[in-house]
């Protein structure tokens, strides 16, 4: 298994939650921070979460800062994404990337397929 593979996402009501994972092989994630970007129809590719590869360090869009959590259980070589008080606007394709950390895509490698999370209204 090259690429991370996400969970399968899914419609949800707003303020409603849904907790994505994200797995890899272990010689993908032990050495790797991963993040969580999403991407809306028609927009650019956004900064979601990331976490270091100790999980020492988290950081957060300031759209998710407060309602998203990002995890990691390396023993299960495992990032999870806990998404709670969703809002319509979360709607997007969300993808796990493993790399360097932090915002910047560029510093991510190893990209999943992206798994759609639609929030109704």
């Known amino acids: 298994q090259v690429q991370p593979v996400e969970s399968v996402g899914g419609l949800v009501q707003a303020g409603g939650s849904l907790r994505l994972s994200c797995a890899a092989s272990?010689?993908?994630?032990?050495?790797?921070?991963v993040g969580w970007f999403r991407q809306a129809p028609g927009k650019e590719r956004e900064f979601v979460a990331a976490?270091?590869?100790?999980?020492?360090?988290?950081y957060y869009s300031d759209s998710a800062k407060g309602r998203f959590t990002i995890s990691r259980d390396n023993a299960k070589n495992t990032v999870y994404l806990q998404m709670n008080s969703l809002k319509p606007e979360d709607t997007a394709v969300y993808y796990c990337?493993?790399?360097?950390?932090?915002?910047?895509?560029?510093?991510?490698?190893?990209w999943g397929q992206g798994t759609q999370v639609t929030v109704s209204s």
């Open positions: 272990e010689n993908i994630f032990s050495h790797l921070a």
């Open positions: 990337a493993a790399g360097l950390g932090y915002s910047d895509p560029r510093r991510y490698d190893h």
């Open positions: 976490i270091s590869r100790t999980s020492l360090n988290t």
